[in-house]
């Protein structure tokens, strides 16, 4: 997950954008080269080949991020006490209209 301001993104918007498409085309990439991004995990883990080639390893999401998804986790969140009460819908950043 990645955080920004509002303000921020207010005034960023395209370089918000041109990152979030740069997260996905990577996350796309590792999905499909799972030999190619090993090397490159195991470069910044060092974990070894062995062990990246047996372990279950996460995929990158590739589709819209769907709220109801993430407010289970924000309630159970809340629930514990990690998080204050919250919406999902206001934590996701729209791009403005342009």
């Known amino acids: ?22 997260i996905q085309r990577s996350g796309s990439w590792a999905n499909r080269h799972p030999k190619e991004s090993a090397a490159i995990l195991s470069k910044y883990t060092k974990l070894s080949a062995d062990t990246l080639a047996t372990m279950t390893r996460s995929s990158y999401g590739e589709h819209p991020l769907d709220i109801a998804d993430v407010q289970p986790v924000i309630d159970v969140a809340v629930k514990y006490g990690s998080l204050p009460p919250m919406k999902a819908d206001d934590l996701i950043w729209r791009q403005p209209n342009t």
């Open 1 to 22: 997950m990645w955080l920004a301001y509002e303000p921020w993104l207010d005034k960023n918007a395209d370089v918000a954008k041109r990152f979030q498409l740069a």
